[in-house]
Antibody
Framework: EVQLVESGGGLVQPARSLRLSCTAS????????MHWVRQAPGKGLELVSS????????VYADAVKGRFTISRENAKSSLYLQMNNVRAEDTAFYYC?????????????????WGQGTLVTVSS | SIELTQPPSVSVSPGQTASVTCSGH??????VSWYQQKTGQSPVLVIY???QRPSGIPERFSGSNSENTATLTISGTQPMDEADYYC?????????FGTGTRVTVL
């Protein structure tokens, strides 16, 4: 059974940093693209960042470019999101999502499994 | 990047057909996925590549995509289908979600 478990959320002050983690199980983590998707309370979904299976391709939403960094450790089946200089508008649930498709293929595929999310609240 | 517009809400009676549209410039030339999100839960993929259903998704969910509009159709809608639905596509290097539609089963 595929499982994605996010952690690291919480209350953080504006301009500070936070690191989110996603631990995966039930599939060969190193073979698939991974993504972070966020959802502000009561709002829609927004793709924050994506990383290919081998970390060769990384993309960011314009809203977080230059502030957030996505990374992965395939040996630990783990995905990370380093969030620097956070802003009030970064307040959201952050979901880790697995890319669909055959192993070691392109990044631009649907998200077939999602974690339960971790809430990040940016406030002084 | 492309903008995907959905109606804020759709109401349907149990057993009837619900249609949710997703509009975007030349969307028919891209693959569209649809996600269902029930209150307090994580999104679930219900349609990918315009019309394909992942395993475990009921046959009453179907999809189409042509020109500038993709459509999610729920045939014989059940009360358990009440949820928010989001379309999604990839525009060059940007993953884009639609604005979301609340489907209410009255």
């Amino acid at each position: 059974e595929v499982q994605l478990v996010e952690s690291g959320g919480g209350l953080v002050q504006p301009a500070r940093s936070l690191r989110l983690s996603c631990t995966a199980s039930g599939f060969t983590f190193g073979d698939y693209a991974m993504h972070w998707v966020r959802q502000a309370p009561g709002k829609g979904l927004e793709l924050v960042s994506s990383i290919s299976w081998n970390s060769a391709t990384i993309v960011y939403a314009d809203a977080v470019k230059g502030r957030f960094t996505i990374s992965r450790e395939n040996a630990k089946s783990s995905l990370y999101l380093q969030m620097n200089n956070v802003r009030a508008e970064d307040t959201a649930f952050y979901y880790c999502a697995k890319g669909m498709g055959a192993p070691r293929t392109q990044l631009w595929l649907p998200f077939d499994y999602w974690g339960q999310g971790t809430l990040v609240t940016v406030s002084s | 990047s492309i903008e995907l517009t959905q109606p804020p809400s759709v109401s349907v009676s149990p057993g009837q057909t619900a249609s949710v549209t997703c509009s975007g410039h030349k969307l028919g030339g891209m693959y569209v996925s649809w996600y269902q999100q029930k209150t307090g839960q994580s999104p679930v993929l219900v349609i990918y590549q315009d019309k394909q259903r992942p395993s475990g998704i009921p046959e009453r969910f179907s999809g189409s995509n042509s020109e500038n509009t993709a459509t999610l159709t729920i045939s014989g809608t059940q009360p358990m289908d009440e949820a928010d639905y989001y379309c999604q596509t990839w525009d060059s290097t940007s993953g884009v979600f639609g604005t979301g539609t609340r489907v209410t089963v009255l």
